[in-house]
């Protein structure tokens, strides 16, 4: 809605004369953009510092923030929030994905709680998870495609009502579909038959903005969190420059290598529903008035069928995404031979955008769920699914950046850009599981030990006075790093851990789990 008023040269020179808002609309894509370029320097750090639940939390924050600044249209409110909103993309997808995981993992615990694994300090066997963290995943996936439905509401209730119709906005355009280049070329600058009240813009914006509120308000009293505290501290305490260091020593892992095309892919798909889908085929054909409608059909068609991520319960897990991604190969297929002339469709053929937008909604879904339920599977280690949810989503801001960069190629290169990563995460993703089959070694990097000692349930540090200084809870390091050993050799660590289990059974009760620090 933002860019559509922005773009109408009427509303423009009215409202904000020399302001040069082309110029600061330009420099906010950017910003949005380009800014997760960087991403995986900084997310899991964030992650790890304030925690998963508060991440989302602040990220959100920052969406609201983004919105605020419409009230205010100025440079300097206008382009740090759009940097600032791209600083906080790939951490709150990042985060996002990482506690969806934990929880159907820690659901999983609930459910088959019992009192002797607790006592023989019994993990819960491989995959043991995977039926909830395929539920968890389908359930949010549905309600997230929703939101594409839902955020056309101010398109359709209030924007509509101001537009021209195709007749005009469509006068110059001569060429759509496949035979398009960039993003409506011709495209009439004034769209808008009279300009909307300020008054009437400030409500649509409290709206957003209430809706936002409510976003965080939901994640701080209903999202609890993801690690319990002790194994918070854990995460916190391998050190800041291990952390940093992690998510690019992960890479060298061949399974995450073998679906990186798939995380391009899904970056670009996306986008190319929304703008090359959307505008150059439905908009070109159809006029601005259809925006809304063709985004809320896919928003829809991905929310409904989003269900069939459960065949991932009864079928090889191979299926949906190799299904989710022969859908838009097909579709992909059609739209090289697809070129609707402008303003020769009539209403009665409207209903091929639809469809062709819902088909595009089945895939994305599965191809969503599919990834997502296929990571927590691959890295069930709690304290590796940070690194890898952000891995994931920076590679989709790499690809969203990619389409940024090539928006003004001809249709046809796209399509084919599009065609050859398909096929390549396809092929890639099927080697993977050969490999898998084959059990050809994989290489994960060892997660350093926490720094930190253990005393009961409570971290000391070396000079803390509380400490015992009996002979069997002895230091777990000596001065120059290296561990002491008691009498009977084994590491004084274990003999300090032991005690704390036989003192405070209740904690062991609770966290189901190994004590903190153990291997």
Request: charged letters at 15%.
């Amino acid at each position: 809605m933002q860019m559509i008023l922005h773009y109408d040269e009427t509303y423009r020179e009215v409202k904000y004369g020399s302001m040069g808002l082309p110029d600061i609309d330009s420099k906010m894509l950017m910003g949005i953009n380009v800014t997760p370029v960087v991403a995986l320097l900084y997310t899991p750090v964030l992650i790890r510092f304030f925690g998963t639940k508060w991440v989302m939390f602040l990220a959100v924050g920052i969406y609201a923030l983004f919105v605020s600044t419409n009230y205010w249209e100025r440079y300097y409110t206008l382009v740090p929030s759009a940097v600032a909103l791209g600083v906080a993309i790939v951490p709150l997808w990042a985060s996002m994905g990482n506690y969806i995981t934990r929880m159907s993992q820690k659901y999983y615990e609930y459910v088959n709680y019992k009192e002797e694994h607790v006592q023989e300090q019994r993990r819960p066997p491989r995959g043991a998870h995977t039926r909830y963290l395929v539920i968890f995943h389908t359930i949010f996936y549905s309600f997230f495609y929703l939101s594409f439905a839902c955020a056309q509401g101010p398109m359709v209730f209030f924007l509509n009502n101001y537009l021209y119709d195709r007749n005009h906005t469509l006068f110059n355009v001569h060429t759509c579909g496949s035979n398009s280049h960039g993003i409506l070329i011709g495209f009439n600058k004034t769209v808008l038959q009279r300009l909307p009240h300020s008054r009437n813009l400030i409500v649509v914006e409290s709206v957003l903005m209430s809706v936002a509120f409510v976003a965080m308000l939901l994640i701080l009293a209903l999202c609890g969190s993801a690690y319990r505290p002790t194994e918070e501290i854990d995460l916190r305490s391998v050190g800041w420059g291990n952390i940093f260091q992690l998510p690019f020593k992960h890479m060298r892992d061949y399974r995450l290598r073998h679906l990186f095309p798939f995380f391009i892919y899904s970056g670009f798909e996306v986008l190319f529903v929304c703008t090359g889908f959307t505008l150059g085929y439905g908009v070109c054909s159809l006029g601005l008035e259809y925006l809304a409608p063709i985004l809320m059909a896919y928003g829809f068609g991905a929310a409904i069928f989003s269900s069939l991520g459960l065949l991932q319960l009864c079928l090889p897990r191979q299926v949906p995404l190799v299904a989710g991604a022969t859908v838009h190969l097909l579709l992909i297929l059609g739209f090289f031979f697809w070129a609707p002339h402008p303003q020769l469709w009539t209403n009665s053929q409207n209903w091929i955008f639809y469809v062709v937008a819902m088909l595009w909604g089945v895939g994305s879904a599965l191809n969503k769920i599919a990834i997502s339920t296929l990571l927590g599977i691959l890295y069930e280690d709690k304290e590796r699914q940070d690194f890898i949810f952000t891995i994931y989503h920076w590679c989709q801001a790499l690809a969203i950046f990619a389409v940024y960069l090539g928006s003004n190629l001809p249709m046809k290169a796209k399509l084919t850009i599009m065609l050859l990563t398909v096929l390549a995460s396809v092929a890639s993703y099927l080697w993977m599981e050969n490999k898998l089959k084959n059990h050809v070694t994989y290489r994960l990097p060892r997660i350093p030990r926490p720094q930190h000692k253990v005393c009961g349930y409570r971290y000391l540090e070396d000079d803390n006075s509380d400490e015992t200084g009996s002979e069997n809870e002895g230091s777990v390091h000596s001065q120059d790093g290296s561990d002491n050993e008691d009498g009977d050799g084994e590491p004084a660590r274990a003999g300090a851990l032991g005690s704390a289990r036989r003192r405070y059974p209740y904690e062991q009760a609770l966290d189901g789990e190994d004590g903190p620090g153990q291997e």
